[in-house]
Antibody, heavy 120, light 110 residues
Framework: QVQLQESGPGLVKPSQTLSLTCTVSGDSITSGNYYWSWIRQPAGKGLEWIGRIYISGSTDYNPSIKSRVTISVDTSKNQFSLKLSSVIAADSAVYYC????????????WGKGTPVTVSS | QSALTQPASVSGSRGQSITISCTGT?????????VSWYQHHPGKAPKLIIYEVGKSPSGVSNRFSGSKSGNTASLTISGLQTEDEADYYCCSYAGGSIVVFGGGTKLTVL
């Protein structure tokens, strides 16, 4: 059974960098069969796709936050990570990681999410 | 890319059927048969219930069905059950390796 688990600080100060990690179990990131994605949900709002990474290192990002986002992968730990720089209060959200199918683009396995608050 | 448009809320009685719409544009929903739907119970992981407009993942109830006409996709839930009460999100491929979500619809089962 494939499982994804997000981890990272729950509180980040404005202007700093938000860093989260997603640990994958039950599947290998190096299999090359999927993309690995980040999605967020601000309180009271809908889901927003942030971006994704393929094992080759190729990334795709939401144009609305592309300038501040970096997604990377650590194959030795079967993890992938999100960094969001220069955060503001509007970046406060529950952050989810998910496995995403190439070509068809749907996300079939999700983590439970981790809340992040941006506040001084 | 703008978010897809969903009604903020829908409701239905147990046993009835409801339909949730998801309106996009010719650049996303209208151009690709790559719409997916997710059920989200607050505090839990979102769950894929429909992909490629109308296909159902293994293990998902056949009470959930999807369709598309033009720039609008739809999710129909038949035989409403109490456990169907949740938030529902549509998602579409929008070209350029980007996907866009809808704003979400809160389903209340009366």
């Amino acid at each position: 059974q494939v499982q994804l688990q997000e981890s990272g600080p729950g509180l980040v100060k404005p202007s700093q960098t938000l860093s989260l990690t997603c640990t994958v179990s039950g599947d290998s990131i190096t299999s090359g069969n999927y993309y690995w994605s980040w999605i967020r949900q601000p309180a009271g709002k809908g889901l927003e796709w942030i971006g994704r990474i393929y094992i080759s290192g190729s990334t795709d990002y939401n144009p609305s936050i592309k300038s501040r986002v970096t997604i990377s992968v650590d194959t030795s730990k079967n993890q992938f990570s999100l960094k969001l720089s220069s955060v503001i209060a509007a970046d406060s959200a529950v952050y989810y990681c998910a496995r995403q199918y190439p070509y068809y683009h749907y996300m079939d396995v999700w983590g439970k999410g981790t809340p992040v608050t941006v506040s001084s | 890319q703008s978010a897809l448009t969903q009604p903020a809320s829908v409701s239905g009685s147990r046993g009835q059927s409801i339909t949730i719409s998801c309106t996009g544009t010719s650049r996303d929903v209208g151009s690709y048969n790559l719409v997916s739907w997710y059920q989200h119970h607050p505090g839990k992981a979102p769950k894929l219930i429909i992909y490629e407009v109308g296909k159902s993942p293994s293990g998902v109830s056949n009470r959930f069905s999807g369709s598309k006409s033009g720039n609008t996709a739809s999710l129909t839930i038949s035989g409403l059950q109490t456990e169907d009460e949740a938030d529902y999100y549509c998602c579409s491929y929008a070209g350029g390796s980007i996907v866009v979500f809808g704003g979400g619809t809160k389903l209340t089962v009366l």
